[in-house]
């Protein structure tokens, strides 16, 4: 009996200490390669560029992502994300950090800085997930002369340059609810009540007004498994923003679907931002349709994206844009690959009295860790 008991007593101290074990994961990725860019300005005038430069694949990061299991099915969570770069420009701020709770039955609940629904369902649905190559057109809304390859605001010339952050990457601090999954189907709600919020009058309600809708933006992304071979994504955001005695108010759709045959994935989307208000260039709609596709044989991954749009600005007269993005990846081993990318794009300037053409390339290496 006695022994019986020291045996339940073990085995109650064992699990105890599962139930409060945490861990800590560090992961990353390094990318960097020579890239070849031509640019065209507003102005009209051709700029070249070339050199080697980091996060052309995708952009570099590092990571720390923290799990404590609480007991009873919960799990206390982190994630801390920085750049990294194969420069002297890394840092560890701009991408994504919050903590979160997580039930079993009940879903989590993240707070802090969040990737945006619409960035996620964007690079989703996107054949090259997220490469800062020219091409990404449903990405850059404010200005038709502007266009820019950049999806994170990295350091380089193949259209990952420094032409501004994008408007749709993060979040600003931010509480998002992810539902339990149902019927193969996710659903993640989010609410964004603004960055720097204060009752002083005039002042800026969101950092610098580069984040359209972080003041008070309430936010969805959908992803439904309808079939083993059918994969459909879809993101909603409503959001008002402020600076100074000037307002915004901005709507960001994203609709699309995945169709995976084994070797081939077949990408299909739509994307819809608008923007009505005074903060600087920010009066704008835009529209583009976008089609795509993998193909794996053997080592090589070939993947093809091609963009075609409608700007409109507050003069309210629509511009063509369009983009398009070739590339393949060779794979080393599980986590390092080689890859040679190519990107252009095109669009009417301000005037519509000419096309604004920026093209460039990339080969290089890309190691996750």
């Known amino acids: 009996m006695k022994k019986s008991l020291i045996a339940l007593a073990a085995l109650a101290t064992v699990g105890a200490a599962q ?9 990353g990725i390094m990318d960097a390669g020579y890239t070849a860019a031509s640019t065209t300005t507003a102005g009209g005038a051709k700029v070249e560029t070339t050199g080697v430069n980091p996060s052309n694949s995708a952009s570099g990061r590092l990571g720390f992502r923290g799990v404590e299991d609480l007991g ?10 920085g750049n990294l770069r194969t420069t002297n420009s890394s840092d560890l701020t701009g991408r994504q950090s919050f903590v979160t709770l997580r039930s079993n039955t009940a879903g989590a609940l993240h707070m802090g800085l969040l990737h945006s629904t619409n960035h996620l369902a964007r690079t989703a649905l996107d054949p090259f997930g997220g ?5 990404n057109i449903n990405y850059n809304t404010t200005n038709p002369n502007g266009m820019t390859g950049s999806i994170y605001a990295e350091t380089g010339t193949a259209g990952n340059g420094t032409t501004g952050a994008n408007t749709y990457v993060t979040r600003g601090q931010a509480i998002a609810y992810e539902l339990p999954r149902f019927a193969n189907t996710t659903l993640a709600i989010s609410y964004a009540p603004g960055d720097n919020k204060t009752t ?11 984040l359209p809708g972080t003041t008070n ?4 992304r959908l992803v439904s498994n309808v079939t083993k071979e059918l994969t459909v994504i879809a993101a909603y955001l409503d ?13 960001n759709t994203t609709l699309g679907a995945i169709y995976n045959m084994g070797t081939v994935q077949l990408f299909a989307s739509r994307t819809d931002d608008k923007s009505v208000g005074n903060i600087g260039s920010r009066n704008y709609k835009k529209v583009v349709n976008t089609v795509g596709l993998t193909a794996t044989m053997g080592k090589i991954k070939y993947m093809a994206h091609y963009l075609d749009g409608e700007h409109t600005a507050a003069d309210n007269i629509s511009r063509s844009q369009n983009g398009l993005k070739l590339g393949a990846e060779y794979i080393l081993s599980k986590r390092t690959s080689a890859y040679a990318l190519y990107g252009q794009q095109e669009g009417q300037n301000t005037a519509r009295t000419a096309d604004n053409k920026d093209k460039g390339y990339a080969f290089g290496m890309r190691h996750s860790f």
């Open 131 to 135: 490469a800062n190559m020219f091409g």
């Open 200 to 210: 002083t009058a005039g002042a800026t309600t969101h950092a610098g007004s580069t």
């Open 217 to 220: 933006a309430l936010s969805a």
């Open 72 to 81: 009873g099915g919960l799990r206390a969570e982190f994630v801390a994300e």
């Open 19 to 27: 139930a409060q074990s945490s861990n800590v994961t560090i992961y």
């Open 239 to 251: 959001g008002t923003g402020k600076a100074g005695t000037s307002s915004e108010d901005a709507r």
